[in-house]
C-alpha cells in the first residue's frame, strides 16, 4: 500500500495557507471599507463649501477616500477617466483648502488580482490530485486491476492459534507438520524431505477451514495472505492470471509465509468440463495458479492452503502431486469433539452451574463447529432476552432447537382447537411409534408449538454418533414417519386426514427408493445400484440421473419401494392400536402443556409396548430394548 501520509500533511498545511489568505483579504477589505459610500458630487459639493480636509485616491484605482473636517471619512468613486484634481479644478474648489494626496500604486496590486483569480482554480486542482491518490493508494483502488487483492496479516501477534480449534485432532496433527516445517525447515531438509507445497483443506460447511488455515499462520508466526478465489477473477482479460503473479511475488518477498485461498473452486474448477459455464478468464487465472505452485524454488517457504466444500469439480492438475497434493479432510465433530468446541466458544461468557456439556453435545449429532458457536450465541440472546446474568441449561437446549429446526417458537401464531387436537396426536403418533421401534432414535421432546415452517415437531435424537445406517434403522426410521398420519387416520377417520404430513411422506418415499437403488437393501433385488446419479458434494442434491435399466425392473423397483412402505405402514398402526391409551394420554397432555419432555415426557413412553421382530407387542417392560435388538439381529 502507498504510504501517502506526506500528502495528507500537505494538505492540512494548504487548508492553513488558504484559511490565513483569506483572514488577510478579509481584513484588507474591512480596512477599505470601514467608511461609508458617498456620491461623487456630493463629495466636491462638499470641497466647494470647505467642508473636506483631506481626499486619498490611488494611481490607477477610481476609488477615494474622503475625510471631512469633523474627522469623518467616507469612500467614494470616479465615475469617469478625470482624476479627482480635475474634477475639483473643473468645479472651482480652493486646492489650497483641501489637501489631496494621490498615491502610486504597489507593485503586487495587479499580482493580488491575478492570484485572486487562480486560487479557486489551484484549490479544485489540489482537492482533484489529493482523491486521486487516496484512491490509488486505498486496497479498493480502482486504476490498479492487476495488483492482488489479498490481506496480509502479520505474524508477529497472532490471534488464532490451535487452542482457539476444538473438534478437529486429527487435521491439527496434519497441520503441525506444515508449522514445523516454516519454524525449522533446516530439520526436514537434514533427512531430504520436502513438505507439500498445497495442501487442501476439504469439509462442509462450517467445520473451520478457514479458522484453521489462520491458526496454523498463528502457531508458525509467519505473515499470512488470505484471499477468496473469487476475487481473482474480473471482467478484464488478463486481470486474474495478474494478480496471481502478484500475490505470489508478495508472498516470495514475505517467505517463509502462508498463502490462504477460500473457496478455490471458483477458479480451480475442472477445465472443458463445461461445468457452470466456459470462462477463459477462470482458465487463464487456473493455468497462472499451477505454473507459480509448480514454479515455486526449492529453498522458498511458501506454503499455499485452500480451502473448498467442492473437490469433486477441482481440476486434476491442482490436485497432483507438487501442487495440492495433501487432503485434510474436516468432518462434523463427534461428542468429545462438540464438547471441547463448546467449552471454546463458551470460554468468558458467564454460565449457570447447571450447564452439562456432554448432555448438550450428546444432543447435537451432526452439528459443525458453527452451528455449535451459532447455538451458543443464540443462548446467549435468550438468556439477555429473559433478563438472566447467566447462560443456563434452558437457554442452550432452546437455541440447539432453534439452530436444528429454523427457527423460533412461534407463540403468537393462532390455532384452532380443532386443528391443535389434530397436532397433539400427530405428533403423538410420531413419538408412540418412535418409542415401539427398537432401533428407533431416542424421543427427546414432544410439542405442539409451531417453530420456522414447522406447527409442531417431535425431536428424535440419536444415543450415540453413527457412522453407518442399518436397514433396521431405515425400518424404524419409516415407521416413526408414517405415525403422525396414521394416528390422524385412527382418530379423525380416512375422510379427515390433512396435508400435515406431506413431508413426512416425501421424507418415506425418498428413504425406501434409496433402500432400493442405492444401499441395496431389497431383499427381491438384491445388492444392485439402479441409476447413476451425479450429485454435489456433501450436499445430497441430485443434477441428473442416468436410466441403467429397462422398464421391466423399473416396475419391480415401484413395487419393491411401494412393499417396503405398505411394510412399515402395516408397523406403525399396528403398534398406534396396541398402544391407544399411550397414544390418547399423550395428546391431552399435549393440549394442555404444549411442550412434553424429561420426566413427564418418559413416564408416558415407558408404558409403549415394543414391536418384536416377528411383529407381535411385546408389553411394556417385558423385554429391554437391547434384548429385542439382538433378537432382531439374530
Known amino acids: 500500500m502507498v504510504d501517502n501520509r506526506w500528502l495528507k500533511n500537505s494538505f492540512v498545511y494548504l487548508i492553513i495557507l488558504v484559511a490565513a489568505l483569506a483572514l488577510f483579504f478579509n481584513y484588507f477589505n474591512n480596512a477599505q471599507s470601514q467608511a461609508e459610500d458617498q456620491g461623487i458630487i456630493k463629495v466636491i459639493a462638499d470641497a466647494r463649501a470647505g467642508n473636506v480636509s483631506l481626499i486619498e485616491a490611488q494611481s490607477g484605482s477610481n476609488d477615494i477616500i474622503v475625510t471631512y473636517s469633523d474627522g469623518t471619512k467616507v469612500r467614494s468613486r470616479l465615475e469617469s477617466s478625470d482624476t479627482i484634481t480635475s474634477l475639483l479644478v473643473d468645479a472651482g474648489v480652493d486646492l489650497s483648502r483641501v489637501d489631496v494626496q494621490v498615491q502610486a500604486a504597489p507593485a503586487w496590486g495587479g499580482l493580488l488580482n491575478v492570484f485572486t483569480i487562480l486560487l479557486p482554480v489551484l484549490l479544485m486542482i489540489g482537492f482533484f490530485v489529493f482523491f486521486m491518490r487516496q484512491a490509488q493508494g486505498s486496497n479498493n483502488q480502482a486504476m490498479s486491476f492487476g495488483k492482488s487483492r489479498a ?115 471458483a477458479v480451480g474448477r475442472q477445465r472443458g468440463a463445461g461445468l457452470g459455464g466456459s470462462h477463459d ?32 469439480v477441482l481440476d486434476p492438475a491442482l490436485i497432483r502431486p507438487g501442487r495440492f497434493d495433501r487432503q485434510v479432510v474436516l468432518d462434523a465433530p463427534d461428542v468429545k469433539g462438540r464438547i471441547e468446541v463448546l467449552k471454546v466458544h463458551t470460554k468468558g461468557k458467564p454460565l449457570a452451574d447447571d450447564i452439562q456439556f456432554d448432555v448438550i453435545a450428546r444432543q447435537t449429532p451432526g452439528f459443525s463447529g458453527a452451528d455449535l458457536a451459532n447455538a451458543v450465541n443464540e443462548a446467549a440472546i435468550l438468556a439477555a432476552r429473559r433478563s438472566k446474568k447467566r447462560i443456563g441449561m434452558a437457554e442452550l437446549q432452546d437455541a440447539i432447537e432453534r439452530v436444528a429446526l429454523g427457527g423460533p417458537e412461534r407463540r403468537s401464531r393462532v390455532m384452532s382447537d380443532r386443528e391443535k387436537l389434530i397436532t397433539a396426536y400427530h405428533e403423538a403418533g410420531h413419538a408412540v411409534t418412535g418409542a415401539g421401534m427398537p432401533r428407533a432414535d431416542r424421543v427427546q421432546k414432544v410439542t405442539i408449538i409451531p417453530r420456522g415452517r414447522a406447527g409442531g415437531y417431535t425431536l428424535f435424537l440419536p444415543e450415540e454418533d453413527r457412522s453407518y ?92 419401494v411401494h412393499r417396503i412402505v405398505s411394510l412399515a405402514y402395516g408397523r406403525a398402526r399396528h403398534l398406534l392400536v396396541e398402544n391407544r391409551a399411550v397414544l390418547d394420554d399423550m395428546a391431552n397432555a399435549l393440549i394442555e402443556f404444549e411442550s412434553l419432555d424429561g420426566d413427564r415426557l418418559r413416564a408416558l413412553l415407558v408404558r409403549v409396548g415394543k414391536l418384536a421382530p416377528d411383529g407381535s407387542i411385546q408389553p411394556a417392560g417385558a423385554a429391554s430394548l437391547s434384548d429385542i435388538a439382538r433378537d432382531a439381529s439374530a
Open 469 to 560: 445406517m442399518s436397514r433396521a434403522h431405515f425400518e424404524a426410521q419409516l415407521v416413526a414417519l408414517l405415525g403422525g398420519r396414521i394416528a390422524e387416520e385412527l382418530i379423525f377417520g380416512p375422510v379427515e386426514i390433512t396435508t400435515g404430513a406431506s413431508g413426512d411422506i416425501q421424507q418415506v418415499t425418498r428413504i425406501a427408493r434409496a433402500m432400493v437403488t442405492r444401499y441395496g437393501m431389497s431383499e427381491k433385488l438384491g445388492p444392485i445400484a439402479f441409476g447413476e446419479k451425479e450429485e454435489l458434494i456433501f450436499l445430497g442434491r441430485e443434477i441428473s440421473e442416468q436410466r441403467n435399466y429397462g422398464d421391466e425392473v423399473a416396475r419391480e423397483i415401484d413395487a419393491e
Open 151 to 265: 490481506r496480509m496479516f502479520s505474524g508477529d501477534k497472532p490471534t488464532i492459534t490451535f487452542a482457539d480449534v476444538a473438534g478437529q485432532e486429527e487435521a491439527k496433527q496434519d497441520l503441525t507438520e506444515v508449522v514445523e516445517f516454516l519454524k525449522f525447515p533446516d530439520k526436514f531438509a537434514a533427512l531430504g524431505a520436502r513438505i507439500p507445497r498445497g495442501v487442501l483443506m476439504v469439509g462442509p460447511p462450517g467445520t473451520g477451514k478457514t479458522l484453521l488455515s489462520r491458526a496454523v499462520a498463528g502457531e508458525a508466526g509467519v505473515p499470512f495472505f488470505s484471499i477468496s478465489g473469487s476475487e481473482f477473477v474480473e471482467m478484464f482479460v488478463g486481470v486474474g492470471a495478474s494478480r496471481v503473479r502478484d500475490l505470489f511475488d508478495q508472498a516470495k518477498r514475505n517467505a517463509p509465509c502462508i498463502v490462504f485461498i477460500d473457496e478455490i473452486d
Open 281 to 312: 478468464e477462470r482458465e487463464q487465472t487456473l493455468n497462472q495458479i499451477l505454473v507459480e505452485m509448480d514454479g515455486f524454488d526449492t529453498n522458498t517457504n511458501v506454503i499455499v492452503i485452500a480451502a473448498t466444500n467442492r473437490p469433486d
